[in-house]
C-alpha cells in the first residue's frame, strides 16, 4: 500500500504510540527540591505552587502508588494508570513543602536520601560549588601556589579567566542553567568544568577541591540556602505512612566512576546508615547522576537493593528490570503541561 507523506507520518506515530501503550506500565516522577528559588543552574527546584498543581493533575488522572507497586508488570489500576512520586537527595525543603501538599492529596512518594549528608544536615556539593563560583566576587587564583595547586593543575587558564564576576553578570545570567549550550561568561566555562570535573572524583578529593576554592573566594556568601534534611526530620518522614525512606549512596558520588569496591562501599553503607537512622529495612535505592555500570546491579543486589531508579526519562515499560526503573523529571513543567503529557503517554 502507498501512503502520502503527510499520512505516512501520522500513521507511523499512531503506530508508535499504540505500541508505546502497549508496553506501559505507569509513570515514576523524580523531584529534588520543592522550593522558590531565584537561581537553579540545575534545573532542581520546583515552586510549592507548581508541586501542588502537579499532585493535583496526578490525583485526578492517574492512581498514585507506592514505588514497590512497581516490582510487580502489572500494567494498570482499574481504568487508570499507575504513578509514584520519588525526591532524590533528600532536601530539607522536600519535608517543610512537599509533604503538607502530598498529605493533602494522599499522594505516596519515596524519598532517596544521601545518608553522609542527612547526618550532618550539611549543604551538598554540588550547592557549594556553585555557592562559591556562581555569586559575584573576585577568585584569588594565585593563592593556589600557598594552597594545593597540583589539584588544579587543568583549570590553571581556565581559573585566570574566570577571576571576576561581576553583580551585573550574575542579575543578567540569572536564568542560565549547566544544560544551556552557551556558558555566557568565563566564570560559568570554569563552573560547567569544575562540576563534570568534580563527578568523576571521590568524595574526599572532591570536598577536599571545593573547600580550596571556597579559601580562594573570599567574597562567596555564608549564609547557605539549601541544605539536606537533619536526621530528626528525616525520622518525622519516616513515621509518615505516605513516605518510604530509600538510599541515595552515603556520599552522592557517580558510582560508574568508582571500582567494584568502592561501589559496595557507597551502596552497601549508604543503605545501613539510613536503616540505622530511621530504624527500619531499607529496599529501594536510586543511583546518583542516574550513572551506573552492569556490576553496579549485581552489586545492589548483594546490598539487599530490591527496586531501583534511574534519570532515564520515560515511562515504565514491561520490559524495565526492577533495578533499572526510569522516570521522568516535571520540573519545568506548568500543572496544564504535565496533564497535556500524560494524556499523550497514557
Ligand atoms: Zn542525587
Not at 547526618?119 to 562559591?132: K, P
Not at 536564568?175 to 556558558?183: A, F, H, M, N, Y
Not at 551506573?292 to 528490570?321: D, H, K
Amino acid at each position: 500500500m502507498i501512503f502520502p507523506m503527510g499520512l505516512l507520518g501520522r500513521f507511523k506515530r499512531r503506530c508508535i504510540r499504540i505500541r508505546q501503550k502497549a508496553r506501559c506500565c505507569g509513570i515514576i516522577l523524580s523531584y529534588h527540591r520543592i522550593a522558590d528559588v531565584n537561581n537553579d543552574p540545575f534545573q532542581l527546584a520546583v515552586a510549592p505552587r507548581r508541586f501542588r498543581e502537579h499532585m493535583e493533575v496526578l490525583r485526578r488522572l492517574t492512581k498514585p502508588v507506592v514505588l514497590n507497586s512497581f516490582a510487580s508488570r502489572r500494567r494498570s489500576l482499574g481504568n487508570r494508570w499507575r504513578c509514584a512520586v520519588t525526591f532524590d537527595d533528600g532536601y530539607q525543603d522536600v519535608a517543610e513543602y512537599a509533604l503538607p501538599i502530598l498529605n493533602a492529596y494522599d499522594i505516596p512518594a519515596t524519598i532517596f536520601v544521601s545518608s553522609g549528608c542527612v547526618q550532618t544536615g550539611s549543604e551538598f556539593w554540588w550547592d557549594r560549588l556553585q555557592r562559591c563560583l556562581l555569586t559575584p566576587g573576585r577568585l584569588h587564583w594565585s593563592q593556589l601556589e600557598a594552597l594545593d595547586r597540583k589539584l588544579f593543575s587543568s583549570f590553571h587558564d581556565s581559573l585566570i579567566q574566570a577571576e571576576r564576576y561581576s553583580q551585573e553578570d550574575f542579575l543578567r545570567y540569572g536564568s542560565w542553567t549547566w544544560k544551556c549550550p552557551i556558558q555566557p561568561t568565563s566564570r560559568h566555562v570554569l563552573f560547567c568544568r569544575m562540576y563534570q570535573h568534580l563527578q568523576s572524583q571521590s568524595a574526599a578529593v572532591r570536598d577536599r577541591l571545593i573547600d580550596i576554592l571556597f579559601q580562594i573566594c573570599p567574597d562567596a556568601p555564608h549564609t547557605v540556602d539549601a541544605h539536606a534534611m537533619s536526621v530528626d526530620e528525616l525520622q518525622a518522614l519516616s513515621g509518615n505512612p505516605l513516605i518510604e525512606i530509600g538510599s541515595h549512596t552515603l556520599n552522592h558520588v557517580m558510582l560508574s566512576f568508582l571500582d567494584e569496591q568502592e561501589q559496595l562501599l557507597e551502596v552497601q553503607e549508604g543503605k545501613r546508615t539510613v536503616e540505622r537512622l530511621i530504624q527500619r529495612p531499607v529496599a529501594s535505592f536510586s543511583y546518583p547522576h542516574g550513572a551506573y555500570t552492569p556490576a553496579t546491579l549485581n552489586i545492589a543486589r548483594s546490598a539487599g537493593v530490591e527496586i531501583a531508579c534511574t534519570t532515564r526519562q520515560t515511562f515504565v515499560s514491561r520490559n524495565n528490570t526492577r533495578l533499572e526503573l526510569p522516570r521522568v523529571s516535571p520540573e519545568a513543567w506548568s500543572g496544564e503541561q504535565l496533564e497535556q503529557w500524560l494524556r499523550q503517554v497514557l
